[in-house]
């Protein structure tokens, strides 16, 4: 175990969190902090000194958010985010994206995000990648977890596909031992979930055969929850290199 492990995490909208593994970190003994880009002045450059130093942070936590990776005119941050996770992973450190954040590290690295063939909005099954080599994160053949997203990622040059489905090949890569990008949410909690559909205006956006009703949603069983979870936990301990 790293002693003192520091864990940063970005957040790019109000109410998110980190989600469901903080009970695990604190198990680590984590000391944990965050850049939370939804409070910063659109109107004032961000400096790239304002992020901690990389050298400081022994796991980052990239959150999902409503923007698009793209939209740099909009939220010029993104830009020097990107150019802060091209430092941090070139040192080879453990990093994990989720949705918005698996993106942002494909974009940082060269990789295309673009509008995906249909919008996903709910609960779906997510199946592992024929031929995945033994020594990567190990995923179930199929498993349930919740999707929220228009945009979707390339696979970053070197990195190994992990899953996909039939409405977005691309749900998760891996690049080295040390960096997880996901398409999907294995973090949302009940209670971030019922916040996320507080939002009519960002449901209004959604639509199609890939889209559950926000009614259905309110009602999801605490039990669907947990696969996700318990696999984010174990994607931690696999960058971390150590056994959940």
Known sequence: ?????????????????FGSCHPY???LHAEISATEFFALPLDR???????PQVEDV????????TM?????????????EKRWLRRYLA????????????QLIASALGAAVSRNAVQELGWTAVRKVNFVPQECFQLPEQFSVLQWHSETFEIPKGAVHLAENPACRNQMYQIGRNVLGFQF????TPETLALFLE??????LYQGACVQPAKALRNSPREKFIEGNQMLNKAIAYVLGKTA
């Open 199 to 204: 939002d009519d205006d960002e449901l209004a």
């Open 68 to 80: 698009s990776v793209n939209d740099e005119a909009n939220y010029p941050w993104l830009k020097i």
């Open 1 to 17: 175990m790293i002693p003192h492990l520091k864990v940063h995490y970005f957040q790019h909208i109000a109410g998110e969190g």
């Open 91 to 102: 040192l080879g450190k453990p990093a994990i994206g989720l949705c918005l954040g698996g």
């Open 185 to 188: 949410h294995p973090e949302i």
């Open 45 to 51: 450059p961000l400096e790239i000194e304002a992020l």
């Open 25 to 27: 970190l604190k198990q």
């Open 58 to 65: 022994d796991l980052l936590l990239i959150m999902g958010g």
